[in-house]
């Protein structure tokens, strides 16, 4: 009895010590080593940056028609993925007169992102002002 609570112990103690071990491993990497972007990604300026202008109008339309701002934003971000994951790759490849064109294209994504801020929150106005017009919950609130 005694040495099977004292193996119990000391499996619950080792999974405890590896578990805190694999956390704070984890935690450690994400903070302080971030890994540097893929240097196959884009093997060009013109090329990374065509490919981050396609992400930001594959997030505007991914997000457009969201109710919900802080869910319209997620959607946005989500969409950006993997090509602005690459940015700061597209960056170094960038030099001189093209990286004015990369500089417009990081403008336009803020502004698309709040466009798509801004039209969620005008639209969920909208759509609670209807909702008391007409005396009706959101139909998408309804369970099924």
């Not at 984890?26 to 090329?47: K, N, W």
């Not at 698309?112 to 969920?124: F, G, M, P």
Request: hydrophobic share 40%.
């Amino acid at each position: 009895m005694k040495l099977g609570r004292r193996v119990a112990i000391g499996l619950l103690f080792t999974f405890l010590v590896l578990f805190v071990i694999g956390v704070t491993t984890q935690l450690t990497q994400q903070v302080f080593f971030r890994g540097s972007p893929d240097p196959t990604a884009f093997s060009s300026c013109r090329e990374g940056t065509k490919a981050l202008y396609k992400a930001v109008t594959r997030a505007s339309k991914d997000a457009q028609g969201e109710t919900d701002v802080p869910k319209a934003i997620a959607l946005f971000r989500a969409a950006l993925a993997p090509d602005w994951d690459h940015v700061e790759l597209v960056r170094s490849l960038c030099a001189g007169s093209e990286r004015a064109s990369l500089d417009a294209v990081e403008r336009l994504r803020y502004a698309e992102e709040h466009a798509v801020r801004r039209e969620a929150a005008s639209l969920e106005h909208l759509r609670k002002q209807v909702e008391r017009d007409l005396g009706e919950p959101d139909p998408t609130d309804r369970e099924p």
